[in-house]
């Protein structure tokens, strides 16, 4: 989260994920909500009632890759997740967390 002298005000992330790498292989959506939930309120998923975390695996062996996203309330606690996480030690890892980029639009499988 950046501060805007200009304005002398933070400026608004356009996103409200973060993209993890580097978690461990070992860990659970739990884990992951205990640790980043420290920073903010995790969204929680309408379909599932659970928390809007996603662990990347491996479609072969469904074993976890080491990255995933976490979604938060608002923007700011975004922001102060990589600010606060980005390049700390977590269960013997380093973690790199950035905002998440999200998906462009235009394109797929639209009806008409």
């Not at 994920?17 to 884990?31: A, C, F, H, K, W």
């Not at 639009?105 to 639209?110: K, L, P, R």
């Amino acid at each position: 989260m950046a501060y805007n002298a200009d304005t002398m005000s933070f400026d608004l992330p356009d996103t409200d994920t973060v993209y993890v790498s580097g978690l461990p292989t070992n860990i659970t959506e739990r884990d992951v909500e205990e640790f980043f939930g420290s920073i903010g309120v995790i969204k929680t998923d309408k379909k599932t009632r659970g928390k809007k975390i996603w662990l990347y695996r491996d479609k072969a062996t469904g074993g976890l890759k080491g990255d995933g996203t976490v979604s938060y309330e608002d923007p700011f606690s975004a922001a102060s997740a990589v600010e606060w996480f980005n390049q700390k030690e977590w269960k013997g890892s380093m973690l790199t967390v950035s905002l998440a980029e999200r998906k462009g639009g235009g394109g797929g499988y639209g009806g008409g």
